[in-house]
């Protein structure tokens, strides 16, 4: 690599004006100390001259005075000396001046005149010389004059060496500075620069290439982070793009990012598109001193985060971090993905009153056991009630700030925390075309009738143009609780309701997940996942040859408690995988605050003990209970070093842990133990299915998974990975915006 000629001119130049600079300083200040000193000289021995000479300028002493003057005459640069009488006539002289005398003429008779002394530096006879003239008197009057000649033409020959010394100080400085400056170049600039232009080559070429190290990492931290960034754009669009081709080249028709962000902006044209949801995508916390962030636990998260980052748009959550004030800007928002931004996230706040009564009360403790039905009874509180309201009025507020002006929003409301949100936006802004998605089942209408204010909710949902569920029997439940409540009209035919001239509809959408075509990057440190099982098992002191996953926020819906039991039951029948089959359960705390949650994770923790008291030896484990928040990068290594996955759900919507770790199993690897009460079963029939109460079940099950011939295994994973890869979220949120965006919103009431 070649450092440019202009690089080296621009040092060169820059080096030697900057010595040419001070060297003028430094010969001036020199130049100023020699003359100076021939001045004191010339003064000492005029002084010293003086009393000498005044003495002796009568006629008689001419012969002393020549010779106090001669002796005098021999000093150094002393180019000699003259004295005159007071008629300006020269008395006597030493030899070197003789030719001299003429030119200094005017300057004696003016200082015996003025009777003051007289200095310059003339230059006489092609010579630069020092002149001293000092009038001579007694009490009364001049006598005369002495004039001193120095010689001070070494002073210009010394300014001449000096000029010459600098000039060379400066060459030898001036290639030494380009030097030194060009090794640190070449050392620590252009090596890294150079290795990263490589690196950007490979990319650019679209073969896997490491990052390359840096000696200086702080120097070149922020353009290896932007490098990073843009490589891993770049393979994502690449990767976007092989596959669109890919897809186009078998006819196929998945549904991918581009696909969906070309389809909702052809559906949506520039109409803004907002997300409304409890949970935030991005969490801002503080550990100790440092702030961090983190991804929820949440398959609501999962499954919205890929349609934001596709789409662009506003979400609005609650934020609960509590360090996620100090990142929003005046109007509560910031651009996420923090390390990418690709879509607005708008924090709303809630006070503690309101979290405990909205979130923590009506959704968690009410909502939630209600819906799900699996034997937690609901509690409802009229001060959770009114919280609720309060909270959802705020939400709307929120929205109605980021909406104005704008006549035809788009709003996406997701789940039970919102149920009344859907009326509010369109009561406010009847333009704007309004869905919500239930991301948890609906029971059936004697369930539902439990909730004393079930009126107030079918009413806020109703506001909505679209309603989504996960399956069709919750969307029957929900229309058939609105047929037997409230004051509506429902077809039955077209999943249609009817209330004060406003239609909504309804409809199915089995959410998903994003399923990527290509597999992660070589680079990534998880990129051999099957050899990584022992590994993965060591760091945690368990030695085994098979391991199961589940993975869960921990919650009595999910059926953790049922599924210990089941491998308990396993391990009594079929004692040969003792020692042999380690189950990792990683379990994400959460909702804590509620009672029921928080005993649930003392006895998930004290049920894994106790079995794993009964089976364990040394170096192995039944159970390996990890209990704590995982990201989405760990668990992707417990799915795939995982033989198989347990989702024994005592009740669920969809459940996406199903859908993620079916995404995950590459190589068709891998068996799904599933419950039937997920809505995923209806989609992945290959599956096991299991009943999460049937313990003797379970245990077979697990037997079954572990033991399937190969090829059943892979064909059976082979045909899941099909429908998750057909049915993605990019299709769900496609569906969704399809069917909002075909309502007709000026005639929705029906005829007939
Ligand atoms: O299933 C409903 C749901 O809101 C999901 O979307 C999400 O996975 C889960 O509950 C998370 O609950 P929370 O936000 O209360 O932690």
Not at 285 to 313: D, H, N
Not at 575 to 604: M, N
Request: net charge negative.
């Amino acid at each position: 690599m070649r450092i440019s000629l202009r690089l080296i001119i621009s040092l060169v130049v820059g080096v030697t004006l900057l010595s040419i600079l001070f060297a003028v300083f430094q010969v001036k200040a020199e130049k100023r100390g020699l003359r100076k000193e021939l001045e004191n000289r010339a003064a000492i021995v005029g002084e010293s001259l003086e009393s000498k000479v005044a003495p002796l300028l009568d006629l008689r002493s001419r012969k002393r005075l020549q010779a106090v003057v001669t002796e005098f005459g021999d000093r150094d640069h002393l180019k000699g000396i003259a004295v005159f009488n007071k008629a300006g006539d020269s008395l006597v002289k030493t030899p070197g001046v003789a030719d001299d005398l003429q030119g200094v003429l005017p300057h004696v008779i003016q200082s015996i005149a003025t009777k003051a002394s007289y200095a310059s530096f003339t230059p006489l006879n092609g010579a630069l010389t020092h002149i001293y003239i000092l009038p001579l008197q007694n009490e009364s009057e001049v006598l005369g004059a002495l004039t001193i000649f120095h010689d001070a033409s070494f002073i210009t020959a010394e300014t001449s060496r000096l000029w010459w010394n600098t000039f060379l100080r400066a060459l030898a400085q001036a290639i030494f500075i380009v030097l030194v400056t060009l090794l640190i170049i070449r050392w620590s600039l252009m090596g890294p620069i150079a290795r990263t232009a490589k690196w950007i080559r490979e990319i650019r070429a679209g073969r896997k290439a490491e990052r390359p190290g840096f000696d200086d990492e702080d120097l070149f931290q922020p353009l290896t982070q932007e490098v990073t960034r843009l490589a891993k754009s770049l393979e994502a669009a690449r990767a976007a793009a092989e596959e669109e081709a890919r897809l186009r080249e078998n006819a196929e028709a998945h549904w991918t990012p581009e696909r969906l962000r070309v389809h909702v902006r052809s559906k949506l044209g520039d109409r803004p598109f907002f997300v409304v949801s409890n949970r935030e995508p991005y969490t801002h916390s503080y550990r100790g001193k440092t702030m961090e962030v983190t991804v929820p636990a949440s398959g609501l998260v999962t499954a919205i985060e890929p349609i934001l980052r596709t789409c662009k748009g506003t979400w609005l959550a609650h934020g609960s971090g509590d360090a996620d004030r100090q990142t929003v800007d005046e109007r509560d928002c910031l651009p996420v993905p923090p390390d990418e931004p690709q879509y607005t996230l708008k924090r709303v706040w809630l006070t503690k009153e309101e979290e405990e009564g909205y979130y923590f009360g009506f959704s968690n403790e009410g909502l939630w056991p209600l819906c799900h039905i699996a034997h937690t009874r609901p509690t409802f509180r009229a001060k959770d009630w009114e919280l609720y309201q309060a909270v959802n009025q705020k939400f709307a507020d929120a929205l109605f700030q980021e909406m104005e002006g704008v006549e035809e929003p788009v709003v996406l409301v997701q789940d039970y925390h919102f149920a009344l949100l859907p009326r509010l936006v369109k009561e406010r802004v009847p333009g704007a075309r309004v869905a919500i998605f239930w991301h948890i089942p609906w029971p059936n209408p004697e369930a539902f009738g439990i909730c004393p204010w079930q009126r107030e909710l079918l009413d806020g949902l109703l506001g909505a143009d679209l309603v989504g569920f996960h399956v069709q029997s919750h969307c029957n439940n929900f229309l058939e609780t609105v047929d037997r409540v409230i004051e509506s009209r429902v077809n039955w035919e077209r999943f249609t309701v009817e209330r004060g001239g406003h239609l909504t509809q309804v409809r199915p959408f089995p959410i998903s997940v994003a399923c990527a075509e290509t597999p992660e990057p070589a680079s990534s440190p998880h990129a051999s996942p099957y050899l990584d099982r022992a590994a993965l098992l060591k760091e945690h002191g368990v030695e085994a040859t098979y391991m199961g996953i589940g993975v869960e926020r921990v919650d009595y819906t999910k059926g953790i408690l049922e599924r210990f039991h089941g491998l308990e039951r396993f391990f009594e029948r079929y004692p040969a995988y003792l020692g042999q089959f380690t189950f990792v359960q990683i379990g994400a705390p959460s909702r804590t605050h509620i009672k029921c949650y928080h005993d649930l994770l003392g006895e998930v923790e004290a049920e894994a003990d106790r079995i794993n008291w009964r089976f364990q030896s040394s170096q192995w484990k039944p159970i390996l209970y990890l209990q704590r928040h995982h990201t989405h990068q760990e668990i992707q290594r417990y799915y795939k070093a995982a033989d198989l996955c347990m989702v024994t759900s005592l009740h669920d919507g969809m459940n996406l842990v199903a859908k993620e770790y079916v995404a995950a199993c590459e190589d068709d690897q891998g068996a799904l133990i599933l419950s039937r009460f997920t809505g995923a079963s209806r989609e992945l029939r290959d599956a096991v299915i299991v009943n999460p109460y049937d313990t003797e079940q379970l245990a077979d099950a697990i037997h079954f998974a572990l033991t399937m011939d190969p090829a059943e295994r892979s064909a059976r994973m082979h045909r899941m990975r099909q429908i998750v890869k057909n049915f993605n979220i990019y299709r769900w949120a496609a569906d969704l915006v399809t069917d909002l965006c075909e309502i007709r919103l000026d005639t929705h009431v029906e005829v007939g």
